[in-house]
């Protein structure tokens, strides 16, 4: 059974910055892309950023493009998001997202088959 557990999510001044780790189980991790996927209160999801199976490529949205990294490690079955210079449009509950496809990348919200439960991030003003 796929499993994702969200954590690293809070309250945090604008300009702050906060990691986000989701802990995968259930599938083998090492042989998908994997992305961050986030919803803002009355709006779609949004996707954030993708990682390549070996963490050496990356995407990002323009939206957080320089201000966000993302990794992984294969080892400990975990994906991380790194959120610098928060905004307060930044403010979602943020999943991890698993591809429909195995080994290829997926950059639209629909085109992922598994979610985590998401982990709140709230940026003030």
């Known amino acids: 059974q796929v499993q994702f557990v969200e954590s690293g999510g809070g309250l945090v001044q604008s300009g702050g910055s906060l990691r986000l780790s989701c802990a995968a189980s259930?599938?083998?991790?090492?042989?998908?892309?994997m992305s961050w996927i986030r919803q803002a209160p009355g709006k779609g999801p949004e996707w954030v950023s993708a990682?390549?199976?070996?963490?050496?490529?990356?995407r990002y949205a323009d939206s957080v493009k320089d201000r966000f990294t993302i990794s992984r490690d294969n080892a400990k079955n975990t994906l991380y998001l790194q959120m610098n210079s928060l905004k307060p449009e930044d403010t979602a509950l943020y999943y991890c997202?698993?591809?429909?496809?195995?080994?290829?990348?997926?950059?639209?919200?629909?085109?992922?088959?598994?979610w985590g439960q998401g982990t709140q991030v709230t940026v003030s003003s």
């Open positions: 259930g599938f083998p991790f090492s042989s998908y892309y």
């Open positions: 997202a698993r591809p429909r496809w195995i080994g290829t990348w997926a950059t639209i919200p629909g085109d992922h088959d598994h």
């Open positions: 990682i390549h199976t070996g963490g050496s490529m990356t």
